[in-house]
């Protein structure tokens, strides 16, 4: 194997130029079991401890992980675990992919399942893989006592060494590794306490190297030999079917090797990217429209405004709604509206295949990609190329991103490059490539939500009663995750954060059309509470503007029993200086909301002047339980307060007639750098279970930021993107 230097050897090249680095880049082996690393040479195993744990005779300790690095950190969070109970030296533990095995590296959330969503890498991997490092210590430790002849007893470990204080000795894991395979693998084994952890709670350095220096390998710099690359005309509206094509002009341009028809449109398969492209331009495609989608983003949000108007499905109830309504002092209601999203993520999809035939029969399949839910994927291809599962190899890259994008129970891109490869006949390597107009036009989208709410006050001002009427379409039904997302036709995804309502109102009701509509639809970072966050949020502060209450004081009371909701809020407050400040040029917003068990609260400051509003501050506290690592914490918090930002300012998705409107980051905007505000962070500590922290930092900042505009005295954002500029 070798890779595409081209952009790589740039970016090498500019970095040694301004910092003198020396850079070793290894080309060759980089797709086997040892993952996409960029060290070019491997270590040496002494000690296979388990699957998830081996020690080389250098002391290089390898771990394997099973969850997509996509950005999160997953690489330092799943290390770190092992090497805290292994006592290993982090200078010398290595990260790497594991290969895609349901049986070994499931997520132990999702059955017998591999994959990596929810914010669940850490919280599914806490306990496996500190007892996999602690596995891997007792049988080094075995090993020196043995060698030694003392009781394993007498001996410490620290630093990747194990010491017996009594005489003195200590020896490195590498010297012990041999020795230490010969062991017994232990039926017992005794995790630390939390007083005890050297490393879970620090800031380490990041597994994920390689990509400020350009050797880190992304899908899209495998190049193996005779490799074709793949571009698709994809019907350009939902539900539209091909009806015939004209190739004629595409087979002309220089280095385009074939085109084939797929099930989802045409493939030009060419020996680069720009001959792919060009051909596909050339193509003359006749689309079948009889079944296509006509309806547009405003016509359908009018059907979902009339629909609200109809009691949904009931997803919680709790006391006697329409009775308290009907005592009620004062009622106030409101309407959200929500477009699509699309996922953005800064390298779009891409896969490469590799197929293997015997008489005409597949054997086997390989694939290098950043994926997500590997079994599903290998699932998908097993059954287009008629072959077992298990057949189905991933090499598992790191993404430039994903944000639920990548995580298709569909695998539609990666089914899309396997039925190129299929069609095209040959066992040669195939790199599906998607354009960025590609996925922001063909993809898959956060779906449109219409939300209605109405609150009942009593005489005193206390929140007596509170209907949510959510509508919007299930991104679960029909997928592999409908038997247990999906219960009485309440797509709990759909529902999430407001049928959990943390508030203590008497009378609740929250209720669920789900509508059906041709557009493709997929979770998005942080799922439903996407939506119900901002609905909640917002809508909370207007009924504390009716009872004449602070919003803070408002939660507070509301939160009576939710200690960990309060935790974050009071210090969320307390770090922004929002209380007692009285510069009537700033005003405070404030949202909290917990999302996949981790808790979050922003506050937002905003200044005001005659050119208008400006997003000053975010400060931001988070309670994620045992904090794994507090530094990729906060920058799960702070990427995910950009990543919110984007649709609560800019961000759009339009459907006319069936087709999106937009194509590329200059109409369908997402924040600039220029945009993003300062951002404070404060993770609470906590000897809690862990969870994570991958997505929760997105719901809170749309609601805060709202809050904040409106105690401004600009109006209330009922509507995403925000109509009012902020700067």
């Known amino acids: 194997m070798s ?102 590296y499931n997520n132990l959330f999702w059955g017998k399942f591999q994959g990596t969503g929810g914010s669940t890498a850490i919280a ?75 490393l879970i709670g620090q800031k380490l350095p990041r597994k994920d190297s390689g990509k400020t220096n350009g050797t880190a390998v992304f899908t899209q710099d495998i190049q193996l030999p005779g490799q074709l690359t793949a571009l698709v005309a994809h019907p350009p509206r939902f539900g539209a079917k091909l009806k015939s094509f004209d190739a004629t002009n595409a087979r002309q341009v220089p280095g385009v090797v074939d085109v084939v028809q797929i099930s989802n449109g045409v493939a030009v398969l060419a020996n680069d990217y720009w001959q792919a492209k060009t051909g596909r331009d050339l193509l003359q495609i006749q689309w079948d429209d009889s079944k296509a989608m006509t309806k547009g983003s405003d016509q359908l949000m009018a ?152 609150a009942g006050l009593d005489s005193k001002g206390t929140l007596v009663a509170w209907q949510h009427r959510i509508v919007g379409q299930s991104i679960i039904e029909g997928t592999l995750f409908e038997g247990f997302l999906v219960k009485d036709g309440i797509d709990h995804t759909s529902v999430e954060g407001a049928s959990n309502l943390p508030y203590a109102i008497p009378n609740l009701q929250v209720e669920l059309h789900t509508t059906k509509v041709e557009v493709p639809v997929l979770w998005w970072r942080s799922v439903g509470s996407t939506h119900t966050a901002y609905a909640t949020e917002c809508f909370l502060d207007e009924v504390a503007r009716a009872a004449g209450k602070d919003p803070v004081e408002l939660r507070m009371a509301l939160l009576t029993d939710q200690p960990r909701h309060r935790g974050v809020l009071a210090l969320a407050v307390e770090q922004s200086g929002m209380k007692g400040n009285s510069d009537k040029n700033k005003a405070y917003g404030v949202a909290v909301h917990k999302s996949f068990d981790t808790y979050v609260a922003q506050v937002v400051e905003l200044s005001k002047s005659s050119s208008g509003f400006k997003l000053e501050k975010v400060t931001c506290a988070v309670d994620c339980g045992v904090p794994v690592n507090p530094d990729v914490i906060k920058a799960q918090m702070e990427g995910g307060i950009g990543f919110g930002l984007s649709p609560a300012l800019y961000s759009e ?9 937009e194509s590329n980051f200059h109409d369908y905007q997402v924040i600039r750098m220029r945009d ?18 991958g997505e929760p930092g997105t719901p809170v900042i ?26």
């Open 124 to 198: 599914n991997s806490f306990m496996q893989l500190r007892e996999a490092g602690a596995a891997a210590k007792a049988m080094l430790v075995a090993a020196a006592a043995s060698s030694w002849g003392v009781p394993a007893s007498e001996l410490t470990t620290d630093k990747g060494q194990v010491f017996h204080s009594a005489s003195g000795r200590q020896i490195g894991y590498g010297q012990l590794a041999e020795l230490a395979a010969l062991q017994k693998v232990p039926e017992k084994i005794t995790l630390k306490e939390p007083s005890q952890f050297k």
């Open 303 to 454: 059907e979902y405004k009339d629909l609200a108007k109809k009691p949904g499905l009931v997803a919680v109830k709790t006391g006697d709604v329409d009775s308290a309504f009907a005592q009620a002092d004062k009622v106030i209601e409101a309407e959200f509206e929500f477009p699509y999203l699309a996922h953005s993520p800064m390298e779009a999809m891409n896969c490469v295949v590799q197929t293997k035939q015997v008489g005409g029969a597949y054997q086997s399949a390989e694939l290098w990609y950043g994926a997500q839910l590997h079994t599903g994927d290998q699932m998908s291809v097993a059954k287009l190329l008629g072959i077992e599962p298990a057949k189905v190899a991933i090499n598992t890259i790191f993404a430039g991103g994903s944000f639920g994008r990548r995580a298709n129970p569909a695998s539609d891109y990666v089914l899309e490059a396997a039925e190129i490869a299929k069609a095209y006949g040959k066992d040669v390597p195939v790199k599906l490539v998607w354009s960025r107009e590609d996925d922001t036009r063909a993809g898959y989208y956060r779906p449109m939500y219409f939300h209605k709410l109405k």
């Open 3 to 104: 890779l595409n230097v081209s952009r790589r050897s740039f970016i090498v090249g500019s970095a040694q130029a301004g910092a003198g680095l020396v850079l070793g880049v290894s080309l060759a082996g980089c797709a086997t079991d040892e993952g996409m690393s960029s060290d070019t040479s491997m270590p040496k195993k002494g000690l296979e401890a388990n699957a998830f744990v081996s020690v080389a005779t250098d002391g290089t300790v390898t771990v394997q992980i099973k969850h997509l690095e996509m950005g999160q950190g997953t690489y330092t969070g799943l290390a770190t675990l092992v090497a805290e109970e292994l006592d290993a030296d982090w200078g010398q533990v290595r990260a790497v992919n594991s290969e895609a095995n349901p049986e070994k």
């Open 702 to 727: 749309g609601p805060a930021v709202a809050n904040a505009l409106a105690a401004a005295g600009g109006p209330v954002e009922r509507r995403l993107p925000m109509k009012t500029p902020l700067s």
């Open 653 to 661: 998705i339009h459907i006319d007639n069936g087709a999106v409107r």
């Open 676 to 693: 993003m505000p300062k951002v404070d962070v404060h993770v609470v500590p906590s000897t809690e279970p862990p969870t994570g922290v």
